[in-house]
């Protein structure tokens, strides 16, 4: 999703135990009592298990796409080059407002089910892929230090990852948004693959795919690198504190979504192929891949255009980076804990 879809965490040090203090004689330590809720994730033997990331990772994908869903469908609408005069919007809440008025209030989650069905195990991968490779290139480049460029490099092969799961051949994107806009013609995702199929082929499928790898792997290097430097600043211990992860998250989501604006107009442009903006610039048949669509952009709205939805797309953002981020971390600490706790 994806984006995203989208998201991502302290890494779980490695010492056995936190470092012994007053207490009782050496004899009566020997047991040692199970981490309490305000430990670091330091004080939690070896790592979090594969296991671990990627459960936490499916439950922060499912509950980011599903809370954040109907802002993501009028960022859909408010990107549209020539909208419809019906479908003219000047904020999110208005635009909430009136399509929820005059076209029913389930409007906005149409095409919902679509994104539900590959966030699980798009963002299990994710986060396992990302926590990974980020331990493993922090070892080579920095011996276990937290290095920015490790970061980066790991979200983007995260990302490479996620969207082979989450989008094969934007598939999911495609039909998603089709739904979201307004006057849609289809009733459902199956009629909707369905006529697309038959009347653009199966590589309508793949129109847009190299944008949102183009946009997806700045987006995510952004979003991770500027996650982690946050967490440096504001929870320097790597502990278990949600409201770092919300603001470090929050944060990293508005920045990386700012910068990558122009690049998911495209990529919305080349999903929905708007007949009146098409026309309008006398595009017959199909648009197909990123520099044409970057072309058609321009020719459409000028710079201005590479801008549309931006104000959409960082309130889509921040709250859906800041719900992945909290609760991946909370369920990758609850987890880690409760393996502890039954070890002990």
Sequence with gaps: ??????????????????????????????????????EEYESLPSG???????????????MEHTVMYPVDSVKTRMQSLQPDPKAQYRSV???????VLTEGFWRPLRGINVTMLGAGPAHAMYFACYEKMKKSLSDTIQHGGNSHLANGVAGSVATLLHDAVMNPAEGNALVKQRMQMFNSPYKSVLACVRTVQKTEGFGAFYRSYTTQLTMNVPFQAIHFITYEFLQEQVNPRREYN???????????????????????????????????????VNISGHLSGMVNAFKTVYQLGGV????????????????????????????????????????T
């Design 1 to 38: 999703c994806p984006a995203a879809r989208m998201e991502l965490s302290c890494a779980v040090g490695s010492s056995a135990a936190a470092p012994p203090g007053p207490g009782p004689p050496p004899a009566a330590a020997a047991t040692p009592a199970p981490p309490m809720e305000g």
């Design 48 to 62: 979090a298990s594969l296991g671990t990331h990627m459960m936490a990772g499916a439950v922060a994908g499912i």
């Design 93 to 99: 809440y208005e635009a909430l407002k009136k399509i």
């Design 242 to 280: 949600p409201r770092s992860h919300i603001v470090s998250g929050a944060v990293a989501g508005a920045v990386a979504a700012a910068a990558t604006t122009p690049l998911d107009v495209c990529k919305t442009l080349l999903n929905t192929q708007e007949n009146m903006a098409l026309t309008s």
């Design 304 to 343: 201005a255009g590479y801008f549309r939805g931006a104000q959409a797309r960082v309130i889509y953002q921040m709250p859906s980076t800041a719900i992945a981020w909290s609760v991946y971390e909370f369920f990758k600490y609850f987890l880690t804990k409760h393996k502890l706790e039954k070890r």
